[in-house]
């Protein structure tokens, strides 16, 4: 009888190279791939030539396949096939409904591996040397979508706004006008906030300033997804903060100096 496995597989934050060994390991041995937009197409070439790669991601405004279809995708595949990938950006475990499609499958009798990813949260900030914990500076990260399932803006920003944590939201590019009018509302238009696009790639961009001139500022660098949104006095490390009239190294001295 023929074994049926789901490997839930983090590609990482986009760069390919950032995938686990582990992650290509499962890819060579996989009968069907079925795997997300931000997936790097370099990473099917890990790939059996004769194994079947079918797209299946969503993008703002497109959905190849609902998540209920890829259920029953993973279902159809696994039975008739055997070793199904599922191939997601980042980590499949967050903002990557990895945990539904593995409770689907374990209902169904199909053995599940996961298989963690890098996560652009942490990953694409820290490529471009922003960390998002800080000694002295930030104790603590939340990291959150930027819109709910509804379309509204998710109600954990705004409360993770009154904090002095290190904010990074995915997903959130266009709700910047609401974000940037929440600390507004608070009164925290001084807010340092980074914009970074593509991050690990070769066309990545980033944008740095405060909320009260960040919109214009993304606007004249036309940003737009995918990108995450740093939010926090962290930012100030980065280098682009010196034309701020900020220097870094004070950041650093009040850091090392706790």
Same mark, same amino acid.
């Given at each position: 009888?023929?074994?049926?496995?789901?490997?839930?597989?983090?590609?990482?934050?986009?760069?390919?190279?950032?995938?686990?060994?582990?992650?290509?390991?499962?890819?060579?041995?996989?009968?069907?791939?079925?795997?997300?937009?931000?997936?790097?197409?370099?990473?099917?070439?890990?790939?059996?030539?004769?194994?079947?790669?079918?797209?299946?991601?969503?993008?703002?405004?497109?959905?190849?396949?609902?998540?209920?279809?890829?259920?029953?995708?993973?279902?159809?595949?696994?039975?008739?096939?055997?070793?199904?990938?599922?191939?997601?950006?980042?980590?499949?475990?967050?903002?990557?409904?990895?945990?539904?499609?593995?409770?689907?499958?374990?209902?169904?009798?199909?053995?599940?591996?996961?298989?963690?990813?890098?996560?652009?949260?942490?990953?694409?900030?820290?490529?471009?040397?922003?960390?998002?914990?800080?000694?002295?500076?930030?104790?603590?990260?939340?990291?959150?979508?930027?819109?709910?399932?509804?379309?509204?803006?998710?109600?954990?920003?705004?409360?993770?706004?009154?904090?002095?944590?290190?904010?990074?939201?995915?997903? $959130?590019?266009?709700?910047?006008?609401? @974000? +940037?009018?929440? /600390?507004? =509302?608070?009164?925290? #238009?001084?807010?340092?906030? %980074?914009?970074?696009?593509? $991050?690990?790639?070769?066309?990545?961009? @980033? +944008?740095?300033? /405060?909320? =009260?001139?960040?919109? #214009?500022?993304?606007?004249? %660098?036309?940003?737009?997804?995918?990108?995450?949104?740093?939010?926090?006095? +962290?930012?100030?490390?980065?280098?682009?903060?010196?034309?701020?009239?900020?220097?870094?190294?004070?950041?650093?001295?009040?850091?090392?100096?706790?």
């Amino acid at each position: 009888m023929m074994k049926k496995k789901l490997s839930l597989i983090g590609a990482g934050p986009g760069d390919p190279e950032l995938i686990t060994l582990k992650g290509i390991k499962a890819l060579q041995s996989a009968q069907v791939i079925l795997y997300d937009a931000l997936v790097h197409p370099d990473l099917l070439g890990y790939a059996s030539p004769e194994s079947l790669k079918i797209f299946v991601g969503k993008r703002k405004g497109f959905k190849a396949y609902t998540q209920e279809e890829i259920h029953e995708l993973i279902l159809h595949y696994a039975t008739h096939y055997g070793h199904v990938v599922r191939l997601k950006g980042g980590d499949p475990f967050l903002f990557g409904r990895g945990y539904e499609e593995l409770a689907f499958a374990q209902q169904h009798g199909i053995e599940v591996e996961v298989i963690p990813g890098i996560s652009s949260a942490i990953a694409v900030p820290e490529l471009q040397h922003i960390p998002v914990t800080l000694r002295g500076i930030s104790e603590s990260c939340w990291i959150t979508t930027g819109t709910l399932a509804d379309g509204q803006l998710s109600n954990d920003l705004q409360l993770a706004a009154h904090s002095s944590a290190t904010i990074v939201v995915l997903m $959130g590019v266009h709700k910047l006008p609401e @974000i +940037v009018a929440l /600390y507004h =509302h608070l009164k925290k #238009e001084h807010m340092p906030v %980074a914009i970074i696009q593509n $991050g690990s790639l070769p066309n990545e961009k @980033i +944008v740095t300033g /405060y909320m =009260h001139d960040i919109l #214009e500022k993304a606007s004249a %660098a036309a940003i737009e997804s995918p990108a995450i949104i740093v939010i926090g006095e +962290v930012v100030k490390t980065h280098p682009l903060f010196s034309t701020e009239n900020y220097h870094s190294e004070n950041v650093l001295a009040t850091a090392h100096a706790h």
